[in-house]
Structure formats: structure tokens, C-alpha cells
């Protein structure tokens, strides 16, 4: 049985509409005013909640802005009950994010016929979501047993000969074989988390809400943020002679939270160094252009094929039988996914007769 909310100073209102609603199969729960029914909002948890513009305490909008902005409240339909002389506050209502309106005296088929439309969007975008969900988890089923195996068969591999020849393996040998272990459990687990988070990206690509939060974080002086990130990777490759930067930015912010920052010049720089070879220069440069920041990163190594780029589709590797490392391709669209979340830019430029690899990032500033 779904459930029901209805906010409203009138007595008489509440009394009629939970009866239409009762009569209708709905579970209904009322409020006499904004505060008791946003209170009452968290413990009931409604499926839906019907509220009144003009109450004493806390109006209809606070009511809205407080719903909006609870994590366990902030999906439920709402739908504002107005007075006809209050038809111009809608405007209002619906920016600040309501699904529709009730002018009163509303009969019932008009009660009914708009809370159904919620019902209807509200399994659209389930559908949606539901679908968004089964074709990550047909893309996951394919390609995740085969990271998976190659990384654990590296793990069983290894441990078994430590295991079956212990005492004629030499200290530097068990070592050897040891730090393959660790290397291929490390590898195992960034394949975890890369699957996890472009998950976490595919869903919230569809939620308003999520994207504002995320887009209303911020990096300060992004260069010597992605400055850092990058020099620790050369140092990781033993390359930091091979590390070069131009900047031409200072004192800006950008909208991406530095965690998001971190995880974007991290993946692209580690392959940038990865995929190229000792003595081929990693170059870094960064720049303001109409009113966006951009960062640069460009290699010599393998590069990448055009038809590769214009087929960048999650769990794909470049080149993946000339090129064993794993990983490649998710991060990649991770990287690319997480940057056009906050209405940047991904390109990439290649040269494909010196194997020259240019990535161009666009991120918004901070005003």
C-alpha cells in the first residue's frame, strides 16, 4: 500500500482528502503545519507528499527546500496544494523543485489524475534506472571474469610455487615471487574499485541532485594539485627526469571536488607513464581559455588508434592483446565520464605516425 503525506493548516482539508485518499487504497498520514510534517516526513516515510503553500511555522517552500535537501527525503514527489490567489507562487514552487500543483477546491479526479502522473514518472524513471543497471551489469559479467582471472590465476601461480618448492627456493626468490603477489592483489583491487565507481557514475549521471552536489565542490590551484599527483606517478616509474611542465595558471578554483581531481589526473597520468618508455617526455601544460581551465598531457608512446577513440566504450582496453597491462579502458572512461559530470571537456588528440598521445582536459572555474 502506498503512502501518503498531506501538510495543511485546514483542518476541513485534511479531513476530505484523507478520506478521498483512504477511499482511493492510499495509507495516509497528516500534518497541521510545515514543521510537524517534514518531522513527519523522515518517520514515514510517504510515497508521496501533498502540502499547502500558506501555513504558519514553516510555509509550503521551506517545507520543499527541506525535503530537497534531506539524503532519505529528497526523491518523494511533492505536490503543492494552492489557493487560486496563489497561482503565481507556482513558478517559484516548481524551480525550487516540485512536481506539480493543486489549485484548490481540487476534486477528485484532478487529486487522482496528478498523483497518478507521479506514479507514472516515478516508474519511468525506475525503468530507466533498472535498465541503466542491467546494461552495466551485462558490460561487468563479460569483461570482469577475465581481469579477475588473469589476476588471480597470477596469485595462485606464484603462491603455489612457494608453496610446492619452499624449501629449494632461495630467500631472493620467494621474494621475487612475494612481490608479484602483492603487485597482482593491488591490480586485482583497483579492477574492483574501477568497476565500483563507474557504477556509482552511471547513476548519477541520472540524478539531479547528486550532480549538483557534486558539481558545488571545488579544487583550489588545480596545476600544482595535478602538479603533485603526476610527479608522484614519475616517481613510481622512476621517471622524473622524464616529467615536464608549462603553467600558465594561478590563484583559479575549478568545480570538481579534489578527490574527483585525484582520481582523473592519477588514472591519466599513470598511463601517460605506463605506456610509454623511459626517456620519452610525460608533458604537462595548463592554461586559461574562455573562462575554462585547461590541462594538458601529452606522451610518446604506444598511442592510440582514431578508431579507438571514436569507440571509447566502457570495459574496452587498447590494444589489449599487444598490451598486457590491464585497466586501461575503464579508467579511461571513468576519467571521461567524471569530467563531462561537471561540464567539462575530454578529448583526445593522437599522432599516429610518431605515436603521440595528447590529452586536452576543459574543467569549469570557480566565479
Known amino acids: 500500500m502506498k503512502k501518503i503525506l498531506v501538510i495543511d493548516d485546514a483542518e476541513f482539508i485534511l479531513e476530505s482528502t484523507t478520506a478521498l485518499l483512504e477511499f482511493e487504497g492510499y495509507e ?19 510515497d508521496l507528499i501533498l502540502c499547502d503553500i500558506s501555513m504558519p511555522i514553516m510555509d509550503g517552500f521551506e517545507v520543499l527546500e527541506k525535503i530537497r535537501s534531506n539524503h532519505n527525503t529528497h526523491r518523494i514527489p511533492f505536490i503543492f496544494l494552492t489557493a487560486f490567489n496563489e497561482k503565481s507562487n507556482m513558478r517559484e514552487g516548481m524551480t525550487k523543485g516540485a512536481d506539480d500543483y493543486l489549485v484548490k477546491p ?20 525506475e525503468n530507466h534506472v533498472k535498465s541503466k543497471v542491467e546494461q552495466v551489469g551485462k558490460s561487468v559479467t563479460y569483461s570482469l571474469p577475465h581481469e579477475f582471472r588473469t589476476a588471480i590465476n597470477e596469485i595462485k601461480g606464484n603462491a603455489g610455487i612457494i608453496y610446492q618448492e619452499s624449501e629449494s627456493l632461495d630467500t631472493n626468490e620467494i621474494k621475487t615471487l612475494s612481490h608479484d603477489i602483492v603487485q597482482s592483489v593491488s591490480r586485482l583491487s583497483k579492477i574492483t574499485e574501477n568497476y565500483l565507481l563507474y557504477i556509482r557514475l552511471s547513476n548519477i549521471e541520472d540524478n539531479e541532485d547528486l550532480l549538483k552536489e557534486i558539481r558545488s565542490q571545488e579544487t583550489e590551484e588545480p596545476f600544482a594539485v595535478a602538479y603533485d599527483i603526476v610527479n608522484n606517478i ?26 574527483n581531481f585525484f582520481v582523473i589526473m592519477n588514472e591519466l597520468s599513470d598511463n601517460a607513464f605506463k605506456f610509454s618508455k623511459k626517456g620519452e617526455k610525460v608533458l ?70 610518431i605515436g603521440k598521445t595528447e590529452i586536452n582536459l576543459t574543467f569549469p572555474l570557480v566565479q
Not at 621517471?239 to 594561478?250: P, Y
Not at 561540464?343 to 588528440?349: D, S
Open 106 to 125: 481540487y476534486t477528485r479526479d484532478e487529486i487522482v489524475s496528478a498523483i497518478n502522473a507521479q506514479w507514472k514518472k516515478y516508474n519511468l524513471f
Open 284 to 353: 604537462m601544460t595548463s592554461e586559461i581559455i574562455d573562462n575554462e581551465f585547461v590541462i594538458k598531457l601529452s606522451d610518446n608512446g604506444i598511442g592510440i588508434d582514431e578508431n579507438q577513440i571514436s569507440n571509447i566504450a566502457a570495459l574496452n582496453q587498447f590494444n589489449r592483446e599487444k598490451n598486457e597491462q590491464q585497466g586501461v579502458g575503464l579508467g579511461l572512461i571513468i576519467a571521461k565520464k567524471m569530467i563531462e559530470l561537471h561540464n567539462g571537456k575530454f578529448e583526445i588528440l593522437v599522432n599516429g605516425s
Open 234 to 259: 614519475a616517481a613510481k616509474y622512476n621517471r622524473f627526469e622524464d616529467f615536464e611542465v608549462i603553467n600558465e595558471t594561478m590563484g583559479i578554483s575549478i568545480s570538481m571536488s579534489s578527490e
Open 28 to 46: 495516509v498520514k497528516t500534518a497541521e503545519n510545515g514543521q510537524i510534517g517534514f518531522e513527519l516526513s523522515k518517520e514515514f516515510k510517504p
